[in-house]
DNA sequence: GTGAAAGCGCTAACAA
DNA sequence: TTGTTAGCGCTTTCAC
């Protein structure tokens, strides 16, 4: 039996010229019609659909892909998928793309270099249409095989000199000073700042942003109190045992992320502090969690909704209108503090 | 200009001709040498790979797709990516998938029909491999568009009489066994059960359980101090709430997942109890976070990366030898109890 | 408006 | 052992 006679009398899952042949028409007109080319006549489209529907016909996107060159796959880097910020920002983004007709396709870097290696590699074999590193590190020299093969890509916080990369761009600063000024309101004038590591951008431009801060509300910055961690509960953890070890320790603390404020919560109810009474803490991103934390924690919110939308704008545009005459290559991001039980005035001396 | 020519001259991606041209061999060669062909001769071998490695050239997957019907790619469809339990669950998945050159689809149904739909129907149009389905829910009937199309899927606690069907067997009696007893040998007598929304399987498994290691444990059952909670932090506040407002309650709670009983946790302390002095609790899963709960969190460990294991191996085999002689069809993943501090005798009365 | 046909990059059957 | 060639399912000229 041939080829042809297997493929008529087999059940096999429904092509383009199965269709056609149900339709009566031919496997163009079949594309056109679900293209939704305009250059289809009413009667014709007609039958197509029917066809279609009866069938429970979808195109093959590998085949489109193939003769299209565009795969309608953007792909999302995150530094670490085990951090409740970004399983929150891959929902938002997979909710944009599906919207879009485009598919996802994720990937945990794990913060090491190596594994990021990895996962651009996958992301090139897959031909994504586009990728948003949300790692917030420094990968520049990784991210050069995206850039080499024109993949569009979106970073966050790092402008890389190419026309195909965007940048999104964290104002951190009005939360940051919102944070500040809200703890000096409160009457706190000894603050420190349990930072990120000092590899990401984000790190660096959180600490940055809290010392000028400290500094525009009038109130020193010191030094001892700054230190770095690594934005994981137990670096909270490890911080505040830091800060203690000190003897003269800040009235509140300003964590970079809120995974290290939950571990500083945690630390600072062991060493028999009452969090706001003896101790205000503050975190950063507004995660899910950060409501229900004991205290319930004050922090500054940086929009997983808002991120994703921009990323997601940001290939959108660069993947399907690259030539636009004014291609947007910056989008930014804003934050602001939401104000919960971790704060309140420091107890009297 | 001829578009061969223009091939030639502009930079552009290299494909199998470009490399077998480099390599001066057939673009024949060239495949059976990247599929790692015992047909090829070591000289000319060394040639390809040598092309290979000049021009960085890797194969189109989605022409290879295309031809060879098989996509190396596995779906997994999680409940809900919010959820602790899940990113954890994710990340080992997607080492072991890549480890073994797949690449995995990730979405997150979110609990909600509609969207499941739409999942199955983005796994289809990707021409996925297989897909492991981590909702622990009811959804057969969506479930039959992957069944229809021949498409291996894994499921957690429910069989589906399909030879492409492989299921995984979650061993919660043995940890909750565990976990009663536990309890018993502290001298509880007084045992609560915040179960998860009865549309999951997972949940029905679980509360059975409990059931049944109570009486094992010689100890009665207390219809009202089992509630139906969702598997949410939240659930777990309004669940403790329910068990308060019975005026007497259990000495001790055991909860489906953890994070209800992180949000019993809270709940507890807000309403002046102290865990684990005047309440014990234990949760279910042993994500990453029960180690920094406060207390933490004695709980039932659900291994991810077994499970992870379990859901890749049961895909691989049937993707890869779906016609061997005996194709394992159930995977067995077990349970056991963490003790930490979450747990401790009641108080006397 | 519609259809015929070329070809996207690859694998596999067949020839040599 | 190696090369030639026919498609995989689709989009997209190019004729009509």
């Not at 529907?53 to 590998?62: A, C, D, G, R």
């Not at 003896?278 to 950063?284: K, R």
């Amino acid at each position: 039996m041939s080829r042809k006679t297997a493929r008529k009398s087999a059940a096999r899952t429904p092509d383009i010229r199965t269709v056609a042949a149900m339709a009566k028409v031919s496997i163009a007109t079949v594309s056109r019609t679900i293209n939704g080319s305009p250059l289809v006549s009413e009667r014709l489209a007609k039958r197509v659909w029917q066809a279609v529907k009866q069938l429970n016909y979808f195109p093959n996107t590998h085949a489109r892909t193939l003769v299209s060159g565009k795969s309608r796959l953007l792909g999302i880097i995150v530094e670490n998928i085990t951090n409740p910020f970004f399983p929150e920002l891959i929902r938002s983004f997979e909710e944009i793309a599906v919207a879009h007709g485009y598919e996802i396709l994720v990937s945990s870097s794990n913060s090491d270099p190596a594994v990021l290696t990895t996962c651009v590699r996958r992301m090139l074999e897959r031909k994504v249409d586009g990728v948003a590193v949300m790692t917030f590190g420094e990968e520049e020299p990784i991210l050069d095989q995206l850039v080499n093969r024109n993949v569009p890509i979106v970073l966050a916080e790092f402008k890389l000199d190419d026309p195909k990369a965007s940048t999104i761009l964290l104002d951190y600063s009005s939360g940051i000073h919102a944070a500040i000024h809200h703890l000096a309101a409160l009457g706190h004038k000894k603050i420190g700042f349990l930072a990120g590591p000092h590899k990401l951008h984000s790190a660096i431009t959180r600490e940055n942003d809290f010392r000028t801060a400290l500094k525009a509300a009038g109130l020193a910055v010191q030094k001892d109190w700054i230190i770095e961690c690594d934005h994981t509960l137990k670096g909270g953890l490890a911080g505040f045992g830091q800060l203690q070890a000190l003897g003269k320790r800040p009235t509140a603390v300003v964590c970079s992320n809120d995974m290290t404020a939950i571990g500083v919560l945690r630390a600072a109810y062991m060493a028999g502090l009452r969090v706001p009474k003896d101790l205000s803490v503050i975190g950063l991103d507004d995660i899910d969690f950060a409501e229900f934390t004991l205290p319930p924690l004050t922090t500054i919110c940086l929009s997983r909704a808002d991120l994703a939308h921009a990323a997601f704008e940001a290939l959108r545009q660069q993947a399907e209108d690259p030539a636009a005459p004014n291609l947007k290559r910056e989008f930014l991001v804003s934050t602001s503090l939401v104000v919960r039980g971790s704060t309140a005035a420091p107890a009297a001396r």
